[in-house]
């Protein structure tokens, strides 16, 4: 058993578990549940952002501790001060230490769109992604059958939910891609053995459909290689590790985002 399938068979059981204590008509009196969400989709393609899905993360399971006692209350602030898109919180506690309730204290303190980054597998935890405040959700191709997939992100779009498909290879891409989802993103990390190159983006590129807003995740620790990827062709990166391993991450994000701008502007006058 790889990891991935580890976390899936562990988070089958974690959700029976929510459900006897937090049952869906507790889940539904949330004073979120009738919020409308806010575009993901839209937030990455705005001017004046970077694009940038900006991660919370306390641990992963092949990293260990990244920033444990990290303020989401200030890096969440910070993250959209500096520029971000976008925020995406880690819910997962076994695997990434992360809760529930780091998601609800973003969502307090900022308007923007908020990805729940979680190993999603039942429309139990879509209803509890609506019910503490997010705006999207992902679906990982590497964990769920394509008909699974897709009646999961129905589910998330009954609500108002965005869904971010990621996706490894064209394979994947070919047999989860459904009507429901806009936003594709591209994991640089196989998450079965959690080797990272950036080049399983570029190679994926040309696979994703025109009209799609793709993202590319993980690995990317240099502001030179987001103007590569927007060449490309993408429109959003989701970056934690080179922001979280900071211990003020909301400063770290600050100079790349400043670095990346900087580096866009130049280009653009080049061009001129």
């Known amino acids: 058993m790889n990891i991935l399938d580890e976390i899936i068979a562990h988070k089958h059981k974690e959700v029976a578990s929510q459900i006897e204590l937090y049952p869906v008509k507790l889940l539904e009196k949330s004073q979120y549940f009738e919020t409308p969400c806010l575009s ?9 952002k970077s694009g940038i899905i900006a991660e919370i ?3 992963s399971p092949s990293k260990g501790d990244i920033n444990p006692y990290v303020s989401i209350e ?23 230490g992360g809760k529930t309730e780091d998601l609800m204290t973003a969502r307090k303190y900022n308007y923007c769109p908020i990805l729940r980054k979680d190993f999603t597998v039942d429309e139990y935890q879509v209803i ?8 999207a959700i992902l679906l990982i191709a590497a964990a769920l059958e394509p008909a699974r997939l897709k009646e ?15 996706v490894r290879d064209k394979e994947e891409l070919d047999t989860s891609l459904n009507e429901h989802v806009t936003v594709v993103g591209v994991n640089n990390r196989n998450l079965k053995d959690f080797v990272t190159d950036v080049n399983q983006s570029y190679e994926m590129a040309k696979h ?22 927007k060449e490309a062709g993408y429109n959003g990166f989701l970056i934690g590790e ?31």
């Open 40 to 48: 993901l989709e839209r937030y990455l393609l705005r001017p004046d």
């Open 57 to 59: 993360k306390r641990k």
């Open 74 to 96: 200030r890096t969440s602030i910070g993250y959209m001060q500096a520029g971000a898109s976008a925020i995406s919180v880690l819910t997962d506690k076994n695997y990434f």
């Open 128 to 135: 509890e992604a609506k019910s503490i405040g997010a705006d």
């Open 152 to 166: 999961l992100a129905a589910f998330a779009r009954t609500f108002g939910l965005e869904v971010l498909l990621e």
């Open 208 to 229: 994703i459909p025109v009209g799609m807003t793709k993202i590319s995740e993980s690995g990317i620790s240099n502001p030179q290689t987001l103007l590569e990827l």
């Open 242 to 272: 080179t922001f979280m391993t900071s211990s003020r991450p909301e400063r770290a994000a600050m100079e790349f985002i400043r670095e990346f701008k900087h580096l866009l502007e130049h280009k653009q006058e080049v061009a001129l």
